[in-house]
C-alpha cells in the first residue's frame, strides 16, 4: 500500500442490551489502550458511567471516561448532548478532588441542551409509568425539537467552555488522529428500535452516534470500530421498565448460582434495584444486527466464573501481573474449551466474536480474537 495520510480510528463504545453494562470501566480501560486525542460523550446525564480511580470510584455522567487514563485528551459535548449544569459542576469538582483536571480540556458545544428543573418536573410521573429515571432528558429533548429549549450558550458558566464541537471532530478525523465516543444506555432502548414505550429518548447505534458529533461514516480518512458490549446476565432499571427476552430471575437465585458471589445491583444514578433476567442470543443477535459491531466484549464474566473473578479481582487490586498474565490464559483455555460458545454466537453471526472480557469491575482481558478484529492499526489513505 502506498504511504499516505494515516487514517483516523475512531472507536464508538456503546451497549447491546439495556445500559449499565459496565461501559464506563471498559471506555477507560480502551482509553488507556488506544490513548485517544479525543473522547466524546453523547446522550445526557439519565445514566452514569463509573471510573474507578486510585482513589475510588466516581460516575461520570457528562465527562468522557477518557478523562481519567489520558490526561492529554480533549474532552468533549457535542451538540446533540443534553447536560445538567448542576451536575456537570459537582463532577467536575469530584474529579478534581481525587486529581484529575478537567476544565482546561473540555469543550462544550454552544448547542447542546440544558437540562432545567422545569424538564426534570415533567417526567415525575414517568418511573411508575415506564420505568424512567426521570432526569428530565426526554422533556428537553422534545423542547429542542420544538426549539425553544435553553442551550449552552444561554448560560454564563459555562461560557469558558464553549466551542465548535462538530468542527473539533471532523479537523481531528481529517488530521488522523484517534477519537473515542462513549454513548449512554443500550440498544435495546432505542425509541424507534427498542420494546416502545418502554424505551429512551434516542436510539443506541452507530448511525446515531455519527448524527450526534456530526461526522460522516463515509469520510475516506475514516478507520471505523464499533465495540459493543453485552452483559451475561442483562439488567433494566427498577420499576416498570419494559420486557427482557432472558426471563427476569431474583436477586436472590443469581446469589444461589454462585454462591453468594453475587450481591444486588443497584443503578448509578436512581440507587434503585436493578431487574436482572438470563441470556438472551436472540437480545443480543437483535442489537448486532443493527449495530454490526466489529469486536464484541463481555461483561460480567465473573458471574459465570466466580473464583476466577474473585481470583482476577485480588490480583488486580494487588498490581500482579504475573498472575493477570495466568488468568488470561485462563481466560483463552475457556475460549477456546467452548464455555463461551454461546455469548459469542450472535457476534460471530454479525461478522464479529468477543475480544475481550470483563471479571470484574474495570477487570479485563483480551480473548484470542482480540488481535485479529483490531488487526489492520496502521490504514492509510
Known amino acids: 500500500m502506498e504511504e499516505g495520510k494515516l487514517r483516523s480510528r475512531l472507536t464508538i463504545v456503546l451497549d447491546g442490551q439495556y445500559g449499565s453494562c459496565g461501559k464506563g470501566a471498559y471506555a477507560q480501560w480502551l482509553a488507556a489502550e488506544e490513548k485517544p ?92 409509568k415506564i420505568g424512567s429515571t426521570r ?62 414505550p418502554f424505551a429512551t429518548s434516542r436510539d443506541i447505534t452507530p448511525a446515531q452516534a455519527f448524527n450526534d458529533i456530526s461526522a460522516s461514516p463515509s469520510h475516506p480518512g475514516l478507520d471505523l470500530r464499533v465495540h459493543m458490549l453485552a452483559r451475561t446476565y442483562p439488567i ?22 454462585t454462591r453468594g458471589y453475587v450481591q444486588v445491583e443497584r443503578t448509578t444514578v436512581t440507587k434503585l434495584p436493578r431487574r436482572i433476567a438470563n441470556w438472551s442470543s436472540e437480545e443480543v443477535l437483535r442489537a448486532a444486527t443493527i449495530v454490526r459491531p466489529t469486536l464484541g466484549v463481555l461483561m460480567f464474566l465473573d458471574y459465570l466464573q466466580p473464583e476466577l473473578g474473585k481470583a482476577a479481582q485480588a490480583a488486580w487490586k494487588d498490581r500482579d501481573y504475573d498472575m493477570l ?44 480474537a482480540w488481535e485479529a478484529l483490531q488487526s489492520n492499526r496502521e490504514l492509510y489513505y
Open 325 to 368: 498474565q495466568q488468568i488470561e490464559s485462563e481466560v483463552h483455555d475457556l475460549f477456546y474449551a467452548g464455555v463461551l460458545d454461546k455469548y459469542r454466537e450472535p457476534f460471530k453471526a454479525t461478522g464479529s466474536d468477543i475480544g475481550a472480557v470483563s471479571l470484574g469491575f474495570g477487570v479485563l482481558f483480551k480473548t484470542p
Open 135 to 196: 432526569e428530565g432528558v426526554g422533556a428537553a429533548q422534545a423542547e429542542k425539537i420544538m426549539r425553544r429549549a435553553p442551550i449552552a450558550r444561554d448560560f454564563r458558566e459555562l461560557q469558558k467552555y464553549l466551542g465548535d464541537v462538530t468542527s473539533l471532530v471532523n479537523s481531528h478525523i481529517d488530521e488522523g488522529n484517534r477519537v473515542h465516543v462513549e454513548m449512554t444506555q443500550g440498544a435495546g432502548l432505542g425509541l424507534h428500535f427498542g420494546h416502545y
Open 236 to 257: 433494566r432499571v427498577a420499576g416498570n421498565s419494559g420486557p427482557m427476552l432472558g426471563g427476569e430471575i431474583l436477586w436472590e437465585e443469581l446469589s444461589r448460582r
Open 37 to 128: 486525542a479525543l473522547a466524546l460523550r453523547t446522550g445526557g446525564p439519565n445514566a452514569g458511567h463509573s471510573v474507578i480511580t486510585p482513589r475510588g470510584v466516581v460516575a461520570l455522567r457528562h465527562i468522557p471516561a477518557a478523562c481519567v487514563e489520558c490526561p492529554e485528551t480533549t474532552l468533549a459535548l457535542p451538540g446533540a448532548a443534553l447536560l445538567n449544569v448542576d451536575v456537570l459542576r459537582e463532577e467536575i469538582a469530584a474529579l478534581r478532588e481525587i486529581g484529575v483536571e478537567v476544565e482546561h480540556r473540555l469543550v462544550i458545544d454552544p448547542l447542546a441542551t440544558v437540562i432545567t428543573h422545569t424538564h426534570e418536573k415533567a417526567e415525575a410521573d414517568l418511573r411508575d
